[in-house]
């Protein structure tokens, strides 16, 4: 009896949209499954059950995925946080490498596989210095 090889298979969590995640499998060579999702108030926790959702309609169990990837240099900061953190969860939980990457293109995820194996930690870049607290206009 011959033994299927499984697929590796990555998590991709794409922050450069302005009001909406896209999460995407990745094969190793090309983006096998793609969705994307509005978040609510609760940013993290939001996303972090329809990451988990995502991976169900594609039947993918979280602990088997071999690597999380979080695009970092684009969009808005809330959006970045909330993907780290949804990396860091399930990456934690599942004991998953995760690696930063500048795009979700297949050649650029390719790069990323590298950085998935140096198990290094987790410091975004973010597109521009954050403007959380702007000084009152009087």
Not at 2 to 31: F, P, T
Not at 47 to 73: H, N
Not at 78 to 96: D, E, Q, T
């Amino acid at each position: 009896m011959q033994l299927k090889r499984m697929k590796k298979k990555y998590l991709v969590l794409d922050s450069s949209q302005s009001e909406y995640i896209i999460a995407s499998l990745y094969d190793g060579q090309k983006i096998i499954y793609k969705d994307s999702f509005l978040l609510s108030r609760e940013k993290s926790a939001s996303a972090l059950k329809l990451v988990e959702a995502l991976l169900k309609k594609a039947k993918v169990e979280p602990k088997t995925l071999s690597g999380i990837f979080v695009t970092e240099g684009v969009g808005r900061f809330s959006l970045m946080r909330a993907c780290m953190s949804v990396a860091l969860s399930l990456g934690y939980v599942h004991k998953i490498p995760i690696a930063t990457v500048d795009g979700v293109d297949p050649e650029t995820l390719h790069s990323g596989l590298a950085r998935l194996a140096k198990k290094q930690a987790l410091t975004p870049r973010y597109s521009g210095e954050p403007n959380i607290i702007l000084p009152k206009k009087r």
